[in-house]
């Protein structure tokens, strides 16, 4: 979606009349839709098509003779350039969470003054943030005004794609089953009623899956849960006569999606309705009935949708084996092809890699877009080549990918760079002491009880310690044929070691170190691993990891020298499984590149 | 101090006449003085006095019919054996800093009871966390009832030791120095007055010293210090003639120490008064005239105290230096004593290790009272000997030894695992575990920013990896010339990465991981290290750790084929260190012990 410069301004126009026409003095349009979701169906993309800024996260705000876009560091570049000419200010937040505009909006605005904003985009925390700066300014918000509206003629209905059952033997528990699970937890809690508005909450729950967004599969919707029925609000046929008898036979009813807010409005006045306050938006939560009791806790379908069973994992392992051999694939080909001559850019590279896992059965889709970065591209961590913008594969460097793929049995993020050309004994460092941080927590053990933002430190070490520090998270929950990104769990220092981010069995999480130099080359190794119970040692109970991505890291561009014996055993331990593992699954020429690069070092 | 079971039916009868005359149903008795402090005065001891329990921590609750004592797992076993046949029943903590005893009394009391408590030993967040408690529950605090000064006839009056000046050139900044940086920081918080209970602190920012409790250099005594003039509240006969004109050139005036109460009652209603909520008690709070404006925030002086300056820093060495040579003089006589078959004890070693010390220049007392646990003794981390029940040296094993000093130039604080006669392998793997914990933390670097827990997982990794862990934390901030123990950054996994935690340039902490088999013997190993700034590096700017403790690691018990060269050069390079700093300051059998333990391996 490109947007112009003109069409921004006669947007900004179009929105100011609206302004004026409700009698407010500013509009606030966050980034988000009613389901609080990573990737927006394009109904709720309003912020990018008023401003023309298409980063993932930034909030606009518009006054009648200003408006301003904050946008945290990863898109100051991006945001500058995109806003050169249409007026909008660039507000730079320092630190990705920032709400800035926040108390901009207490200061810039005076009493008398009014905001809107659409209330069911707004998450109940800015809401409330919002509403506690607002208290004693005199200025008024008014969370009911979705003036996009009137203003966007040819705005997206709610997205139309059917849904559909997880199928066996993928999905191992019944919905059923999970219904039972999450009521027992609604029962220790007190509450009648589960409020879900998260799409992957949704899909986990019910579990359904669908296709309203690009790289996650799941549907647009929201559930109410009772004890005894359920509720499931969607979008008019995308459920077909089939499904809605399978979700009858589990009492769960299909009602159109708006229509959400008068069950909650109409809920009993003596009944205890639980949500996650983190996961809901002030206009959902607006629409509850006065009297009914709340119980605001992260919802049982979090904690329990992170903890993948025995079966799901048995399911995860073989689409790890999959995904490596389609990167086997890939990697041959892409060696082949540099040899050859061959004009590689960035974009092949996304071609070709989404085209080896596509041939891997029980394929679905990318779990996200794939990131392929040739030198100092490779520096950029959200880095995306574009038609308009993108780099040819010659000459010496790095290339870093780093791509997914969703399978029926599991979704798969990996990151590996190779060598093209020569590589420098600088990049061959940075190779070797990002593999270093990657493998060092890969291989910890700890107990029970431990968060996992306090592991981040192990990985950090190695690059600590030659002064080198990468300014993302080292690791995020990953779904089951689900988000590749979803908590409560993330590895990282600036996360609170909350109760919720204690490491349990199960769970599935990223490591990915990396070193970023600004201009020249970026490097990045990413495996997923998974919980595993140690049981009882002497010391009390322990936690390790499994290693589930399968894929030759290339020792070509490392400097070997760096590696302590230990670290040489470990890496030499997991080329011969991953050996072991895809052999019987590659031929021809990505068999021969498995066993070249799998080679002991 | 032993007291006797009759001692003990004795003293509790004493009390419940005095609640049946004050007409309370419940005494509260936790251990605690006005302060505080880590080391309690006689005269605040009377937990001890009234149960007989001796352990640091531990409150006390007493009804008509019953007592109950609330302990932390450290001292379960001590707590048994001193309560046995006192009636008083043993109320288990699962972890330091519970506080069980709150929930109780609010459980187990009923409407219309009172309970009795002197608020000026109650530190303010156990006194409001007890009056939430207590809300609605019709039980009453009278937090202004100190029932022991009628029943204890014997009690300690205020200690005496004369307060002195830490001396030049020790003493690096001038008390008006002190006195400017701390008003700064008042301003900043917008505060007239600010209000330090806690000793170190005190001694901290009037440069003064003491000797009221053992091991730390500290007097009793709270500060009401102003922006144009200071109050000192100390017994009276403590400062003399020369130090109070001293103080008066300083524009502070030394009072009473009981009239604290009435200055802060007194205070002007327009004044503004700042004080940490976490380091003063409720009682000396809850004096403070009512209307007087309160700014609770960590006081200026936790955070200007933690980090030492380059000057500090100098005598740090050079105090470190003594005591390495203090301790080469004790270990070369240990060995050599072995080797005659002298007896020794556990006691034996503590006055020889005391004696070596007390031969250097600038020594004043120990810093804490000295463990040395052979063998199973040295799984208990709190373990001390007593003339009641120590071990004798003697057979084969592992000797602990955590001891430390107190130098007019700074505070040490070091522990080393010596073997006796023979060990075996699974005593030197775990020597060798723990040495590569304490290693693995002592090189590390790290960005400014990070919080000290963060740093926790990097020193534990090693044990963690074996499946092993350790209960307490694996490091506390040194004073200089002051608290062994003091604040703010700890580096533990069981802290929260709170702001004031941020490791800063200057700050001192232990790193001391270690192993504990409980009845077969304990392993730790630690050093004091040094926040280093290493300035702007390409990725920000850098703290590394300088060690200073200077004293051979003993090799002989430990196994170096589990070392990694990197970790056997890391132990070289520290050895070389240790021999060439303590070479010019020892003779004799001393020199070559010395020489012996340092050999590279």
């Known amino acids: 979606m490109t947007t112009t410069v003109s069409q921004v301004h006669s947007r900004l126009t179009a929105l100011r009349q609206a302004m004026h026409s409700a009698g407010v003095d500013a509009c606030l349009i966050p980034s988000a839709d009613p389901h609080l979701s990573e990737y927006l169906p394009e109904r709720w993309q309003g912020r990018a098509w008023l401003s023309g800024f298409t980063g993932s996260v930034g909030t606009l705000i518009v006054l009648k003779d200003w408006a301003g876009l904050w946008v945290d560091s990863r898109y100051w570049e991006q945001a500058a350039s995109?806003?050169?000419?249409?007026?909008?200010?660039?507000?730079?937040?320092?630190?990705?969470?920032?709400?800035?505009?926040?108390?901009?909006?207490?200061?810039?605005?005076?009493?008398?003054?009014?905001?809107?904003?659409?209330?069911?985009?707004?998450?109940?925390?800015?809401?409330?943030?919002?509403?506690?700066?607002?208290?004693?300014?005199?200025?008024?918000?008014?969370?009911?005004?979705?003036?996009?509206?009137?203003?966007?003629?040819?705005?997206?209905?709610?997205?139309?794609?059917?849904?559909?059952?997880?199928?066996?033997p993928y999905a191992v528990a019944s919905r059923a089953d999970r219904l039972a699970q999450v009521r027992e937890a609604m029962k220790a809690a007190g509450a009648d009623w589960l409020l879900i508005s998260t799409v992957d909450d949704l899909a986990w729950v019910t579990g359904l899956r669908g296709a309203d967004v690009d790289y996650n599969p799941v549907f647009v919707g929201h559930l109410l849960l009772g004890q005894e029925r359920g509720l499931l609000f969607v979008a008019e046929g995308k459920v077909d006569q089939a499904l809605l008898a399978a979700l009858e036979d589990d009492d769960i009813a299909v009602e159109p999606y708006d229509a959400i807010a008068g069950a909650l409005s109409s809920l009993p006045v003596d009944a205890t309705l639980m949500y996650d306050p983190?996961?809901?938006?002030?206009?959902?939560?607006?629409?509850?009935?006065?009297?009914?009791?709340?119980?605001?806790?992260?919802?049982?379908?979090?904690?329990?949708?992170?903890?993948?069973?025995?079966?799901?994992?048995?399911?995860i392992r073989e689409a790890m084996a999959e995904d490596g051999a389609a990167l086997c694939e890939f990697f041959a080909w892409l060696e082949e092809a540099l040899a050859r001559?061959?004009?590689?850019?960035?974009?092949?590279?996304?071609?070709?890699?989404?085209?080896?896992?596509?041939?891997?059965?029980?394929?679905?889709?990318?779990?996200?877009?794939?990131?392929?970065?040739?030198?100092?591209?490779?520096?950029?961590?959200?880095?995306?080549?574009?038609?308009?913008?993108?780099?040819?594969?010659?000459?010496?460097?790095?290339?870093?990918?780093?791509?997914?793929?969703?399978?029926?049995?599991?979704?798969?993020?990996?990151?590996?760079?190779?060598?093209?050309?020569?590589?420098?004994?600088?990049?061959?460092?940075?190779?070797?002491?990002?593999?270093?941080?990657?493998?060092?927590?890969?291989?910890?053990?700890?107990?029970?009880?431990?968060?996992?933002?306090?592991?981040?430190?192990?990985?950090?070490?190695?690059?600590?310690?030659?002064?080198?520090?990468?300014?993302?998270?080292?690791?995020?929950?990953?779904?089951?044929?689900?988000?590749?990104?979803?908590?409560?769990?993330?590895?990282?220092?600036?996360?609170?070691?909350?109760?919720?981010?204690?490491?349990?069995?199960?769970?599935?999480?990223s490591i990915e170190p990396g070193i970023y130099r600004p201009g020249k080359w970026g490097v990045r190794i990413e495996n997923l691993v998974m919980n595993?119970?140690?049981?009882?040692?002497?010391?009390?109970?322990?936690?390790?990891?499994?290693?589930?991505?399968?894929?030759?890291?290339?020792?070509?561009?490392?400097?070997?020298?760096?590696?302590?014996?230990?670290?040489?055993?470990?890496?030499?331990?997991?080329?011969?499984?991953v050996r072991e593992r895809l052999l019987p699954k590659v031929s021809g020429s990505a068999r021969d590149w498995l066993v070249r690069r799998t080679e002991p070092v």
């Open 341 to 509: 001559g061959e004009s590689i850019t960035e974009l092949t590279i996304d071609e070709q890699i989404t085209a080896a896992r596509a041939r891997r059965p029980n394929y679905i889709c990318p779990s996200f877009a794939t990131i392929a970065g040739f030198n100092a591209n490779g520096a950029l961590p959200h880095y995306r080549a574009t038609q308009e913008a993108h780099s040819v594969i010659e000459g010496d460097g790095l290339l870093l990918i780093d791509s997914g793929g969703q399978y029926l049995g599991g979704t798969t993020d990996i990151t590996r760079v190779v060598p093209v050309g020569e590589t420098s004994a600088a990049q061959k460092r940075d190779v070797a002491l990002v593999f270093k941080g990657m493998m060092a927590l890969s291989r910890a053990q700890f107990p029970h009880g431990i968060k996992s933002p306090q592991l981040d430190a192990i990985a950090r070490a190695p690059l600590w310690a030659e002064g080198i520090d990468y300014g993302h998270g080292t690791g995020h929950g990953v779904g089951y044929f689900l988000n590749v990104h979803e908590g409560p769990q993330v590895i990282s220092y600036h996360a609170q070691p909350a109760p919720q981010t204690t490491m349990l069995p199960g769970m599935i999480t």
């Open 278 to 315: 983190a996961r809901v938006t002030g206009g959902i939560v607006g629409a509850v009935a006065e009297g009914v009791k709340r119980v605001e806790q992260i919802g049982p379908t979090t904690l329990l949708k992170s903890r993948k069973s025995a079966a799901e994992a048995a399911h």
């Open 82 to 168: 995109q806003l050169a000419g249409t007026g909008i200010e660039l507000m730079k937040l320092v630190a990705v969470q920032q709400v800035g505009w926040v108390d901009w909006l207490a200061e810039h605005l005076a009493d008398g003054n009014s905001i809107a904003v659409d209330g069911q985009v707004l998450s109940l925390g800015l809401t409330r943030l919002l509403e506690q700066k607002l208290l004693g300014t005199g200025i008024q918000l008014r969370a009911d005004l979705d003036l996009l509206e009137s203003i966007w003629p040819d705005r997206a209905s709610l997205p139309q794609a059917p849904v559909y059952p997880h199928p066996e």
């Open 532 to 577: 595993q119970d140690l049981g009882e040692l002497e010391f009390g109970s322990y936690l390790a990891f499994e290693t589930l991505t399968l894929c030759p890291i290339d020792t070509r561009c490392m400097d070997l020298g760096l590696l302590q014996e230990d670290e040489k055993s470990w890496l030499n331990t997991y080329h011969a499984l």
